[in-house]
């Protein structure tokens, strides 16, 4: 059983830069693909990126493409998250996943989930 816990969220002003972490615990975390997806009030969950196993690809929406960067250093069981070049929308509660499929997009894909960490950005 995998747990993932997110930090890093907090409040700050367009144009500026945050970045959030995720802490994995159990056995499997080398073996499994990671995101970020995010997620504001009444609509869908928002795939953000994702990054491979080995950390060798990665994916992206449209819309954090050039401004955001995902990683993850598996020594230490965490996924990251650079989101610079912050703008209103990207205001949201961003949450860490994982899953044994790849590089997918598809928020019924990953079967694991933390908890979510809330980012706003000031205008």
């Known amino acids: 059983q995998m747990q993932l816990v997110e930090s890093g969220g907090g409040l700050v002003q367009a144009g500026g830069s945050l970045r959030l972490s995720c802490a994995a615990s159990?056995?499997?975390?080398?073996?499994?693909?990671m995101a970020w997806f995010r997620q504001t009030p009444g609509k869908e969950r928002e795939f953000v990126a994702a990054?491979?196993?080995?950390?060798?690809?990665?994916s992206y929406a449209n819309s954090v493409k050039g401004r955001f960067t995902i990683s993850r250093n598996s020594a230490v069981k965490r996924v990251y998250l650079q989101m610079n070049s912050l703008n209103a929308e990207d205001t949201a509660v961003y949450f860490c996943?994982?899953?044994?499929?790849?590089?997918?997009?598809?928020?019924?894909?990953?079967?694991?989930w933390g908890q979510g960490t809330q980012v706003t950005v000031s205008s």
């Open positions: 996943a994982s899953t044994p499929y790849g590089l997918e997009s598809d928020q019924y894909s990953y079967t694991h």
């Open positions: 159990g056995r499997t975390f080398s073996s499994v693909a």
């Open positions: 990054v491979s196993w080995s950390g060798s690809s990665t």
